[in-house]
């Protein structure tokens, strides 16, 4: 799978939208890219997930650059309870079955 | 809708005592299923992977296996904790098609004294 890096840590005011950039320089056409969450103590949460279209769902917003280089995750109105660290990873599907590789993420602090 | 269990929730066990760590899912039939282990302060690492009854593959080699008695079960397991074995030990499941997002559970966490 690809690397990826993301900054270690980043701060939210409460209520404001939360960018959370992601860099995938070496993607690979058939990856695709995973946004998934930890909160403190508990199991990653998946949020997220697209090949080269932003998409939407109930949590959050992907955008994927158009050289698929790069990617931000958009929480439009982040709580205090979206603090975690947020984890971006791409991803091959390989014989029927698919891991995920995942590095140290985004410590996202959202505050009052 | 689908669920996974693990437990226990925490767990303190003596070096070189025996481990057993089980992971239940519902809800869904030959799922996927994958342990991983988050050392304090480290990055998730996938320890093993199951596409099928007792068929276990191994990522890292080390003083754990594990085994899949049931469609739905997964058992990670050892015959002789050491201290570097602490850690957060994850479940996970998947559905056998392309690019179906991995779930995890509340996991285990297991201290080694």
């Known amino acids: 799978d690809a690397k990826t890096t993301q900054p270690p840590s980043m701060d939210c005011a409460e209520g404001r939208a939360a960018n959370l950039p992601c860099n995938h320089s070496t993607i690979s056409g058939n990856e695709y890219v995973y946004w998934y969450r930890q909160i403190h103590s508990q199991g990653p949460q998946y949020i997220i997930h697209g090949l080269k279209n932003n998409e939407t769902n109930e949590m959050a917003s992907l955008i994927i650059t158009e050289d698929r280089k790069s990617s931000t995750l958009i929480l439009p109105h982040a709580t205090l309870r979206d603090t975690a660290v947020y984890y971006c990873i791409v991803r091959v599907e390989t014989s029927g079955y698919s891991t995920l590789t995942f590095g140290k993420g985004t410590m996202l602090l959202v505050s009052p | 809708s689908q669920t996974i269990h693990q437990w226990p929730a925490t767990l303190v066990q003596p070096v070189g005592s025996p481990l057993s760590l089980e992971c239940t899912v519902e809800g869904t039939s030959n799922p996927n299923l994958y342990w991983y282990r988050q050392a304090a302060g480290r990055g998730l690492q996938l320890l093993f992977y199951?596409?099928?009854?007792?068929?276990i593959s191994s990522e890292v080699p080390q003083n754990l296996s594990a085994s899949r008695p049931q469609d739905r079960q997964f058992i990670l397991s050892s015959k002789k904790l050491l201290l570097s074995d602490s850690g957060f030990y994850l479940c996970?499941?998947?559905?056998?098609?392309?690019?179906?997002?991995?779930?995890f559970g509340n996991g285990t966490r297991l201290t080694v004294t």
């Open positions: 996970a499941w998947s559905r056998v098609s392309y690019n179906s997002p991995l779930h």
């Open positions: 199951s596409v099928g009854i007792g068929q």
